[in-house]
Each structure stands twice: as C-alpha cells, then as structure tokens.
C-alpha cells in the first residue's frame, strides 16, 4: 500500500503556504465511502455545504463548487464574465496576479498589468511585489478609462508569493470613486478562512478561493462566490464555457446537486471543515492567524532578515516571505532544511526565486508547530552559515507566552 | 462529525454505474496526510502514477491527469485540439454523447450527431440508444465529407446511460477506409478498467476517462490519454484553454509534477487503484466484468424484461440496462427499492426517463454483491406488482455457480 | 502497507456470528489519534462510555470496561467474587458454556454441569445443546444444596456455538424459589445489542459481555456489569486477582479514569457505537435483530435442513445453526463456499464439529447483505451435492419483502 | 461522531512517555475491517507478527501476544511460572518497579524490595528512583538465599517513571554469580523497540512488554517473552491461570492463530509497526532514540535543573525526567502548559509526585517535535516564574544541528 515514507520518522512539518495540513477529522471524513451523489442522503450534504460557504465568504449569493483545483476556478471566473478580446486590468503583487494575467491572456483577454513602480533597495527589479495593492492606481487607471473598455480589475487578495494581503475594500473604493462599471474580481485562494473577507460587504463580483489553505482540505475542489452584477455580466458573455458554466451549477444547487459528478469525498471533508470553522466561530479564526502570523515576523525580525511584505499596514496573516542575504540560494537552504529537519517552506516564485522563502502559519495549527518551523529555520540558517542578528525562536517564544487569543479558541 | 447516516444499519448498496463501490485500501490511501506538491516525495508519486495510467490505457504516449471529474476531461479533449466553429462528427449512442454534443456546441463548436435510424418497437423514440456505434455510418460520412471539414470523429467507448460498449477499433477501420484525416476522440470513462481498451492499438487520438468507474476512486480526477497526431493538433488549435492546456502538463509531467496544484490525496488514491488493477492483471479484470455481466443478464432474461442494449455482440460489462413494462415507471421503482432494500441503481436518463434503470457490475464488487442487487431488484419489482416470467436471483446464482474465473482472480 | 487481500475483490461477506462487521463509522472512529489516558480530554470520553455502557446494559450499577477480550472477562466475573475451590454450577447449552467450565476449572473452582438429557433423534450425543437452559433443573439442584456451597449459577444468554437465546428471567426466578443466596453469573457476549436484555431487571449479578458483536466493535475490549451483591461478594472473595479486580477499577471510573492504561482507541470505537445504538433505540436494535433472524431462518427451512435450535421459543436472533446432512462435512461445505462466494460462515463447534454450521445475522447488516449470505450458501449446498427441498433464497426474499420495520429504524 | 476536540487547533504534542504517538500509516492500518480470527487470511497474518515480533525482542523462543494491555501482561508472567506464597526479589527502581510488587502481593505472592539506600540530597526519599538496578544488591541477596526459596528476580528495564534504563545484561550475570536458580523477569514495557533489547543474550526467562511505546501502536495488546526455562517451569506453576495461560497460546500460534478471540485490528497496527522498525534497522532506532535522548538532556541541563535520573551511565533514551524546584508544584506547571500549549507531559508518580514531570522522546517523533516540546516546557517555566540558567530550546537546536545518524534513519 502507499507508503509516503520516503521522509524519516513523526510528523512531517508542512510549513507551505499551502496546502495546509489536513486535520484528523478531515482525513477521516474524506475517507467514508463515496455514495450516489444523484441520491437523497447527497442532496442534504450539498444543501449543508452550500449553505455554509456562504457564510465563510460572507455572501448572500450563490458560491459555485468546482471539482477542480484553484487554477481551475480562476478560469471559471474570467470564462463567465467575459468575452474574447475584452479588456481587464491586473495588478502585479507578485507571482500568482501575474500567473492570473497569463491564464488571461491565454483565454484571449487583453490585460492590463498594474504595478508599484517606486524604490525598493532590496528587490529593485520586483518593487510592487513587496506592497499591496495601491487602490489610487487603479483609480487612475480607470478615470482614464473614459470608453469604459475595461470590464474587470482584478486583484489578488492575499498574495501567497510574497506574504502581502492587499485592502479590497479600497479597491471596490477606489473603482466607485472613478465611477467605473468594471466588474471587482478578486483572487482570495489562500486569504479565505485565514484572513478577514467579505464578499458582500466589500462589494467583490466574483471571488476565486480553494479549498487546501484556510479551509483545511487537500487540494481538489475550487470556488467563485458571486454577485448579482456577476450572474447578469455572465449572460451577455461569449468566451466559450462549458465545464464552468455558473448557470447550470446555480441551477442545480437549487436542490443540493450539480450538473455533473462532483468530488463527493473532499465534499465530506469540506462538510467536516465548515462544522470546524463555524464553531470556531470566523473572527476567531482570523485573530489565531494575526497572533500566529505577529509570533513568525518576531522570529524573522530577529534574525534580521527583511520580511519580504515590505509595509506593515499589509502583513499577511497567513505566510512570511523572508529574503535571505544576497548571495545566499535560499532554495539550497530550503533543501538543506527539508532534508534534515523534514521541514518543507515555500520557495521564492518567478521573480523572487532563489531570493527568499515563505513560511506559513495557516489552518490546522498552533504554536508549538510555529516555534518548530522557526526552530528548523533557525538551525538551518546556522547549518548553512548564515548570519543572524538574534535568535528567532526566542522572539517567537516571547511572543506566544506573551500574547493569548480569548478562551473561545478552543473549539467548542 | 459528518456520519452519512440517513440510511439505515448496514452497507449501502451503491450499484449506479459510478461512482463505483471504492476499495478500503483505496480509502485509507486517500486519508493519509497531504504533501507538498512541490516536494521530492510527490515527484516519486507522480512518475508512479503517470507510469501506471498510460499501462491501463495501453499507451506509450502522455496521459494528462487533471485535478477535475470527467465532464472537465470532455472539455479538454476538444479544446486542446479545436478551434473556434470546427467541425466535429459526433455518434449518438445515448445521453452521454448527447451531453458530450451539447458540451461541444457550448464551445462553440460545429457538432454532427449521426445516429442508427432503424426501427425499435420497445422505444421507437430512440433506437439509437439501443446499439453501438455503427462504424459504417461514420464511414459512409467521412467519405462524403470530400472537403474535409470534419475534424474530429467524437464516440463513447461504453454508453453508461444505456449500457453499450462500442467497437472502437471498427470506428478506426472507417475512419482509415474512408482516408479521413480527423482525429478520433473516445470518451472511455465508465469502460477504461472494466472493458477491454486499448489506446494505441486502436489508433485513438484522445482517449477521456474518469476515476469513479473502473478505477474504484472517488470522482475528482480524470484523464486524457494523447497520440502524437493529438499533440500536434494541439499546437494550432485555437479553442482558448489555460487549465486543460496540455502542453505545459506534458512538459512538468517529466519529472513527476503538475503546473498547478494537483489533487493530492486523490492521486494516493490512485497509485493504489494502480497497484491493485495492475496486480490482478488487466486481462483478469476484464474477464472479472464479462463474467458479472453475464450474471445479471441471466437475471433480467429470467424475468423477462428488455435489456436496453439489444444487440448481444456490444452488451457491456460494466452496467446492465433494464427497460421497465409499459406504464411503470422506472424511477418510483428505483425509489422503493432504495427506501426498502437500501440499493442505489442508476436512473433512466434523457430519452430514457423513467423508461429503463441501470444495474451497475464494475469495480470493486463480487458474486454475493450482485446477487444481493438482483435481489433487491426483484423483491421490488414484487411489492410494486411488476410481473415477472422468473426468479433472476435462481438465474444468477446458476450463472455464478456454474461459471468460475481462473485462480489468478484472487488479488495477489 | 497491510493490505488483506488474500480475497477476490470486493468487500467480504463476514457472516460469523463475531466478530461482526465494524461500521465505516466506527473504523475511522478508532483511528483517531491516541491521546492521553490521564489527560482532561480522556475523562470526559471516559465518562461518557461508561454512562452509556450502563444504558445498553440496563443497569444502574457499575459496569467494568477491560482492555481485554471478552474470555478476560469471564474469568474476571468468576475471579472477582469466588475463592479457590468454590463450587459453581454451570448449565451446558454449548461449547461456550463448556469452556467457562473449563475455564472455571483452571482457576480451582468446583464445577457441576447441568445439561438436559432427552432424546435428540438428530444430535443424540448432545441433545442439550440444541435448546435453552431449563430454569427447573438449575431450581432442582439448588433445592437439593442445602448447605448452599455452591456460590454461583453461571448461564450463556445467547449461546454462539448453537443458536440457541435462554430465558434468563426464568433462572432468576428459579433461584429465587429455591430460596438460594448464590450468584447469578450470565455470559452474554453475543446476546448484548442484538437480543433483549435487562441486567438489573433480571437480577444477574454478574453479566460478561465483550466489543466484537452487537456492539459492532473489532475484538479486544469486554465487560463486566456489577450488582451490589456482586459488589459486597468481591470484598471477601479470594481468588488471586489483579488486572481483574473490580475495586481499583470502579474507583478510579468515577472520574473517567482507570487504574491502568485502558484501549484508547478501542474506547473511541465504543463512543461511537454508543452514539449509533442509543440513537437507533435498543427496543429497534432487537425487533430488528428478530426481523432478520426471520428471514434466514425461513431459509432454512426452505433447504429442507435441521436448525440447531429445535425450540422455536429460544431461536436466537443473532445467528441460526444449519445441521448438515449424516455424512456432509459442514466444515468442507464452508470452505467451499469462503473460496467461491468470500463468504465466512460459523464452524461447528466442539461436539458439533463438522455436523453443522453458523450463519451470523447480527450488527452492522441489512435485508440484501443477508439475502447475499443465503445465496451463498445456497450456491455451496448445491455445488457440494447436497439436496434441498426449496429455495432459501426465494423464502427470505419473501420474508423480507413481506415484513418490514417501523420507520424508527433509520439511524437518526 | 467522535471528535475528540476538546483541544484547540492543529495537532496535539503528545509527549508523556507512552502512549507514544500513532503514525499515519499504523492508524489507517487499524482501521481496515475486521476479519474472521479463524480464517485462512488471519492466519497469515498471525504467523507475520509472531516472528516479526521474536526479531524485535531478538529471541528465538516463542513470544505470548495478549488481546490485555501491560498489566495483564505483568500479571500473566508471574502467573504463569510461580505458584501461591511463592517469593519473588523485584527491585525498586520506580512506581512501575512498585506497582508491579503491589500485583505479585495481590496474587497471593511473597515479595522482597531490593533498593539503594545511599544519600540523595534532592530527593532523600527515593534515592533508588535516581538510578539503575544495583546488580551487585541482587546477588548479595541471592547468595544469602541458601536454601533458594526465591523463585524469581524481577526487574524494570526501562523505569516510566523516572527515565533509567537498568543493565538487564549485569542482573543476569549477579544471578549466575550467585549460582542461584531463579527466573529473571524483566518489564521492558516503555523499552522495547525503543532501547537496545536482548531476551535470549542476556538470558531473560519472561520480558514483559507492550504495544504503546516504542512499537507506536495504540495500547491494547502486550507481549511475554519466554525462555525455555520459563516455559518449563509453567507446567509446575500452580498459581491459577486460564486466560494468561501460555501453553494453550504457544500450541494455537503454531498456525497463527489464538486459543480467544485476539485483537485483530491492533494485530494490524502490529504488521504495520514490525515492517516500519525492522525496514528502519532496531539499531538504527536506537541510535536514533540515543540521538533524541542527547538533546532533550542539553535543554533540561541548560535550564539548570535536575534531571531525575542521577546516574549518566543509565539515561533512558525514552524519556527524561526533570526535577522542578522546591517549592515548585510540577503539576500545576503540566497543567499551564497544557492550557496554553497542547502539550502533554507525563506527572511524577507515586513518591515523585508534584515534584517532577517527564518529557518524552521515543517513537514515532523527530527533531522539530522534540525541540517544540522543549519551547513548550520552556515557556511554561517562564510563565509560571520558575528561574532557569539558559536557554534550552538554544541547548536542543544545537545538538540536533550538530548531530546527524547516517542516512539509513530513512523508514526505507
């Protein structure tokens, strides 16, 4: 049988920015026998699950459920709206805006690629993928816009390349205020569950999540949440679209089902996730990954590493980016580490490859665990000669004893 | 915790023609915790599982495996070879090449639906649910298509709405008789596992098959198995694709990952269903299935009732369609024996609809268990007062005792 | 990894009357993580069980829960409250009665074995063992001690080597008339969950019981549920004990805790099925357990074969013994049917070896898994030759069609 | 179901010396279905386990696997080869060591307490749970044991309770100094599999053992370990004996089978278990439990506190206890920690109750593990105020980055 032992003894330290580890009673779920999903019993879990994304992305409005990973569910979001040879404006936060840019043109948009064109001594070639969004550029953007010929803006809301959780609500501001009828379209794969959204609220059209970060599941079903404004945008649209038809899918969640087989047993574990988080209760969720995410930059900042995040106002609560010294190759650290402390942390991505590593502190998690990654970072630091200014572990041990979320942690 | 208890004590009987009753093993494997997709361990698992689908399809030549149930793998068979307004022929043998037809024309593409025109006294609506693809047809089309504007000959390996396995290799003789350059794209993805396919030997172009069926997994990931003639296509097909964009999979393929993330926990799942299906041998499995098959049609014959497919030389299998006397509907059927007896069956579909039921023989399954869906069968076609000119259950047990596979069935 | 795949595919019919089959529920249950035997956690699992264990028992008084299966657990009742060389009197309706004999004999304890000695045409060399235990025997024998040196009435319940169900009220009332201070000591280990039972309305003093039967538990945890009696008996008691002693265990479950490290994940499994059964309701438990037994034995009946049970007024209904024909090795006619059907039938046991077998009809089961099971042994009693007057199958078929179940029986 | 979620997010840090943590592998083990205990399938896996078990406690004799945690285990070897008012010479090197005479008094046995009596400034009244089994006491009281009246010596290899691990090899040799003919019995409960173990070398005659430490099984089976000679004197032994018996067990095991029903799923976890160690090497998991035991000491050393076991020639690689500051409840301490950290840690026991907690390091753990559990005592010292010298995190990190074990610690 699978083995997957390749890695010496205890338990792998999974320290990505996801996937996130799986907890126990989601692997379990995940592992009950697969039943009929045209069925009685499937249609009361899909009405439950439907139900309850919704509340995880604070929407009123129908969240499609793709069986498809968050690649996946970026198409969809673009297919729905849009027609070949539109034009939609990005923003370059760092790797994965630019990874939806491609997928975009691949699907023949015309994009617009926005980015923070400002100093930064120490990434000077990647700027604005140590900054968030800057809302007063799209704004910019769109006032000139006076044909209207941008149909979305899309942002990445937690940019998992670089640790940089951009202000969405400005966004939705910044295009009210140009009075623009651009479609707000918003990657937020790896910020829902672990950082604050709010679909509704911040007035998102269409928000692209997945389920292997705050969510907790192994990777393998995706989102979009919806507007209005979306659904209408989606029947004047003409990029073909078959697989990722909102229509269909809203259709049939009417009563629990979908057009199609979806994966029914990463439905059970994302059934089990919501009856996790709910209980929990969200803003809980979020205030554990802000004390999470303060403990890590306490290490980093000791060390006197920069944090790759270069404006505090936009730190993630889900991953560190931390840039090594130049000359270092922080993906032979990485493999250094990996190798001996069966540790594994993000690499640096497109730009940043070879310049920094990420470190995550999302979902299934708690404090001992991030003391061990930093421990493991800290040693590996010191095993490839790097110098540090201080030690790590300590700032985030100071941290953790110093700092204690309210008793509704625990969950229930 | 999720418990999927609605029904009562005991084993479901889940006998739909897919999902299929999955392995313990398979979930077990499935449960193990996930990994870094980036890390050396995937790279290991990903070049097992890679090695092992292209021995199931009997390929030499790329299988893409994506992070998405079957309906996706349909798309991306069309649109990695296709451009915009092409042409396809498409054969209707039931409701999944219709759906295949509808999916086609969604992206935009020109479709052709052939069909078997002859006349069927038991459901003269739609004779051409009842047979296999007649490869003559095909034939008799592309010869007549002098400008050679079809560009891809669209058929299904095994009908799961009917249960008809087609003679893929005759459509390969037509299409080369008739000295047509299109491609032939076969959705194999209630066959591939259970039915003998052959991918290369048959000279297929694309071959698009799912987890659920054969392959004993839970829905979420499925396939496209490629020739060289395809991967040509593909390179000046300009239907848009990012997602199911095989060029960048091939290619990240080599070393044993994915450009996007995978579906991890489910790819464990398959290196299992891989171990198991190639221990037993595929030849094994094959017989395994022809020899359930013939079981419960002695069944269905035994309470005189029409098989759906009515042509012996192309039964399948893998399901057993059985059309229900005139003025009974199937469905209230389907659903007293679900209530009842806790047997899952498969429900009449498109043209069908409350016409026939489908009694599923594939996967993970033994002679008790078809003998226990015979059973149920039965008793509920007595408590909804449905005559019968015998006992199916006496049939199937003759069947079964009489008829017994060589040694090397057993597992190891 | 473990992979138990001596068998064909599918999933194995276990029809051995216990273990039974483990609900999916309960397997993921025990596979949850071990935890701290001492920790706050494990005290409210703890407590939990133990109230629970109380409810399937009807009892109010203490049950003891050991790491141990359930032959651990007859000694302990006897270790408990006996010293060396007590008499006990013992009822033979078995082979399991048999071995508490010998098992009582092993500790130093005097033994008398009651038996009824009529004729048995069918099982002349054991005529008791073919029918519950007659409370006027046991009343006669107590009558006649009338220096009361026997110290305990030990009876199987539900006696798994036959089939056979005693009517435990009646030895309580038999003692009772015959004016005798001796301890009423039951085994029901097979019988707990599946067949009626009433601990403190009974007045037993002392009930065995063990996980791997209605409790649908694997193997490796038993029971002892107390009376005050039992209780006041054990402080003067002196068999030599220690693992056993109720004392050291029923002071420290006050909490949750026990004196020694207990089957953590075993004890996962029992809060399962605590959850299951309570939910169910007992009393539908055991009209369920009657439903089934019904069906199979309406089988038997229909073969033209002896049951081992010939007093109706005690079929069991947790499994039924099929005696075979003079000159048919049962134990031949099993193996056939395991290597052609997977399916595991009981074994003829002590003085019924090779003369009968066992078919299981209790636990985690319903109408079509017992159907399979008729089939199957219908299917091995043909292909062994051997004549029946009917089909089984069609009988239970027609039973279990006929009769059903209030709609309470659906789990929840 | 079950949830077991008292705790807060992310995985437990179950670090008490026994229950060890469950890897993955073992846990989905366990839950596979339960088999027929009497069919061909379990018998296979009986006769795996009984010699991959004889490989683990290196004998070649045979080894009684009980469906009973330890204790049973402890109770079964004295029951098996002693007889009522026998004496037996144990050896005070603990609570377990004191336990274990409290079982063999409550027997029925006569039992002398070997203990060191020198000075222990910090513990004065239990200097003899500071060190090792004082080989040369134990032949002093057998040579004055003329008239050989003492039957057995028995004694703790590796002490839970206080982390030393006894020269069982040194008793041997003071018995056959003495020429005396009693049986030597170790417990090696928490050491097998953890700690260099040799039953037939150091001429053992019954080692106790279990299945929660260093076999990384959930508890609920345990082990004898038997000699010839021991196997001799059980045919004289009159304790009474029925479940522990041996001969019964030794007889059935021949096929692979039990005289009872045995545990079948922790026998899974148990094939698991033996296929990770004896792939790994028992060398290579000592060394590596060496290796572990090394850095935990460095962290309790730079904090400046005492560790339990006095004497460096017996550190236990298993675990390690650490002696709090007078004044200082060690309780109260554990109980912060686990509040605020998820982490278990083992109390003080018996006499060293309140006054020290133990950490710890075997099984299925590694560097990453152990050091967050050195953060997580670490920071509950500060936080309870307890002054330390040092940093023991700091300690930790550097002898795990400073030592390596050579590249076969990989599981294959």
């Given at each position: ?104 043109q691949r699907l023949g948009l015309q994009t617009e690629l926005l980015a923070w064109q400002g100093d930064d001594p120490e990434l000077p070639h990647a700027p604005s993928w140590r900054r968030g ?117 809203v259709a049939m969640n009417a009563d629990g089902y979908w057009p199609y087989t979806p994966s029914t047993n990463l439905l059970y574990g994302l059934s089990e996730a919501l009856d996790m988080l ?135």
């Amino acid at each position: 049988m699978l083995q997957l032992n390749q890695h010496p003894t205890g338990r792998h330290f999974l320290q990505i920015p996801g996937p996130s580890p799986v907890p126990d009673r989601i692997l379990r779920a995940i592992s009950l026998p697969t039943i009929d999903h045209r069925g009685p019993e499937f249609g009361v879990l899909g009405l439950k699950v439907l139900a309850g994304i919704r509340q995880v992305f604070k929407t009123q409005h129908p969240v499609a459920i793709y069986p498809a990973s968050g690649t996946g569910a970026w198409e969809a979001a673009l297919a729905n709206v849009l027609s070949p040879g539109d034009t939609v404006l990005m923003y370059e936060t760092g790797h994965f805006a630019s990874l939806w840019q491609k997928l975009a043109q691949r699907l023949g948009l015309q994009t617009e690629l926005l980015a923070w064109q400002g100093d930064d001594p120490e990434l000077p070639h990647a700027p604005s993928w140590r900054r968030g969004v800057q809302a007063d550029l799209i704004e910019a953007r769109l006032r000139s816009d006076t044909a209207q010929r941008i149909r979305a803006v899309c942002v990445v809301h937690n940019e998992t390349s670089t640790g940089v959780t951009s202000d969405i609500a400005a966004v939705r501001r910044a295009i009210d205020a140009a009075g623009h009828p651009a479609l707000l379209m918003v990657d937020s794969i790896s910020g829902l569950a672990s950082a604050d959204y709010r679909h509704d609220e911040w007035g998102v059209d269409v928000t692209v999540s997945g389920s292997q970060k705050g969510l907790m599941l192994p990777p393998g079903i995706s989102f979009n949440a919806l507007s209005p404004k979306a659904l209408a945008a989606a029947k004047e649209a003409r990029l073909p679209k078959a697989f990722w038809a909102w229509d269909d899918i809203v259709a049939m969640n009417a009563d629990g089902y979908w057009p199609y087989t979806p994966s029914t047993n990463l439905l059970y574990g994302l059934s089990e996730a919501l009856d996790m988080l709910l209980a929990e209760g969200l803003e809980q969720v979020f205030a554990r990954h802000q004390r999470w995410a303060g403990g890590v930059r306490a290490a980093v900042s000791a060390w006197g590493l920069p944090i790759q995040c270069a404006d505090p106002s936009v730190y993630s609560p889900v991953l560190t980016g931390v840039i090594t010294p130049p000359g270092v190759d922080a993906d032979a650290l990485r493999k250094l580490i990996h190798q001996r402390f069966d540790l594994s942390l993000g690499t640096g991505l497109g730009k940043l490859k070879g310049r920094m590593f990420r470190m995550g502190h999302l979902g299934d998690s708690n404090d001992l665990t991030l003391v061990a990654m930093v421990a493991g970072v800290e040693m590996g630091l010191k095993l490839a000669g790097i110098k540090t200014t201080g030690s790590g572990v300590q700032a985030a041990m100071d941290h953790f004893a110093a700092h204690t979320l309210p008793a509704a942690t625990a969950k229930d």
